[in-house]
């Protein structure tokens, strides 16, 4: 009987033989606590545009009962092709900018050859890469957590993508780097995720009056403060997208719901506001910097709405720790090259001088 109750449990199991497997994406831990200064998930500090807010009192619930709108016929993506100056042709609209380099990893990396980025880099790539069964190399920053072009050009790859800045690291790459690699890889497609280019640097978008295999992707869950709305979009040439969304409906022919539609177009709309939004998290980011040297912190110039320091002295872990005893959250990474950094996202100017307290205490 206990032979036959085991063989049965053995028998179950055997599905787990045909499971696809995969190490998942681990995002930023989303605290229950109310009393917490949130800094882990690069999340924006203020409220989306008042304009987002009036679009939501005008909405009516009733029009739940139905399908949205394809994103690419809405007023969304005619908001986003005059902000951009591109054809309405050339927006790809999901569901956060996650599920648009989802579907670009599906879509455009399709070859036995591996794609390349960088080691340290946004940590859902290998993700995507593993869940997809893609082929991938990882480039190794230099010493300075920069990007080098060189171990992007002139390689047997099958494509390349990376975000600029990077991330977590804050670098940005020069324009004209970008351009070189995006010019040797004629038969690639180079994706070029720019979730934080609004914090400073400069956009990529003018190489796709040049290049038709390139793709920008954006999102709005950092400049535009519309995390929790999950909008991202992408912008390329018209039969670049094509092929995108010919993949996408394949998988899913409703992605966007109507409250996101609506409210993302509300917040294009208000440009005056985004600026005054990303302009506050640049200067605060600035005197965060100063306050961080001054306590002992070195970290590579940042162009993010976050700043990825190491002390001197004390271990980022247990920096880390204490500050969650204090119910402040940063980023914490153990992994080889940046287990002694923390990401510490842009807050308020009032939480930001929290945090400085803290640290002071811990350090000393």
Known sequence: MKQSVAAERKNKMKWEENVRKVVPYIPGEQPREKDVIKLNTNECPYPPSPMVEKAMEEMQYQ??????????KTPLAAHLAKY????EEQIFIGVGSDDVLSMAFLTFFNSDRPV??????????????????????????????RIRKEDYIGKNCGGVIFPNPNAPTGVLM???DI????????????????AYIDFGGTTCLPLLEKYDNLLVVRTFSKSRAMAGGRIGYAVGNEKLLRYLNDAKYSVNS????????????????????FQEICGKIVRTRERSE???????FTFPASYGNFIFASHEKVRAQEIFERLKEKHIYVRHWNKARIDNYLRITIGTDEEMDALFAALREIIA
């Open 290 to 296: 100063k306050e961080l040297a001054a306590l002992g």
């Open 254 to 273: 409703y992605t966007m719901n109507r409250p996101a539609l609506r409210l993302g177009a509300a917040s294009v709309k208000d440009e005056a506001y």
């Open 116 to 145: 390349f980025f960088p080691d340290i880099t946004y940590s859902f790539y290998d993700v995507w890469a593993d869940i997809y069964r893609i082929p991938y190399e990882v480039r190794p920053l230099d010493k300075n957590f």
């Open 174 to 176: 020069e324009l004209s």
């Open 63 to 72: 029009d739940l009962r139905l399908y949205p709108e394809f994103p690419e």
């Open 84 to 87: 951009h100056h591109v054809g």
């Open 179 to 194: 351009e070189e690699i995006v010019k040797a890889n004629s038969d690639n497609v180079v994706i070029i995720d720019e």
